[in-house]
């Protein structure tokens, strides 16, 4: 039984939807920093106008939806790999995302 858990792949130890919620969780928070970093960062703009401006209304669903738009890649290779409770986190964070998109579009 020992040797049964030592022969596990890392892809499958980090088959878990905690895992996968956590990921699905930073992911888009990495593509915000890349956008900075790739688009708006030669345009001048330190890293705090960049947030401040962010985090206006008008702007801010338009930003979630790029940015979670980068979990896709991520979900559709780990459902290709058989990792289906990984996917299932990416998928729960994913979501909470573009409920709160929503939110701020429409109730705010």
């Known amino acids: 039984m020992n040797n049964q858990t030592e022969n596990k792949s890392i892809l499958d ?7 996968g919620f956590i990921a699905g969780l930073i992911i ?14 030669h345009l001048g703009y330190d890293w705090n106008a960049f947030i401040s401006n ?3 209304l008008s702007i801010l ?16 290779l780990f459902n290709l790999l058989k ?3 990984f996917c299932k986190g990416i998928f ?10 929503l939110i701020v579009r429409y109730a705010l």
Do not use: H
């Open 92 to 101: 729960i964070a994913s979501v909470l995302y573009i409920i709160a998109m």
């Open 83 to 85: 990792k289906f409770n």
């Open 28 to 41: 888009p928070m990495v593509m915000l920093v890349m956008l900075y970093l790739f688009k708006f960062k």
């Open 54 to 56: 962010v985090k206006q």
């Open 13 to 19: 130890k980090i088959d878990t939807t905690l895992v």
């Open 61 to 76: 669903p338009t930003f979630i939806r790029n940015c979670v738009f980068l979990n896709l890649p991520f979900f559709f």
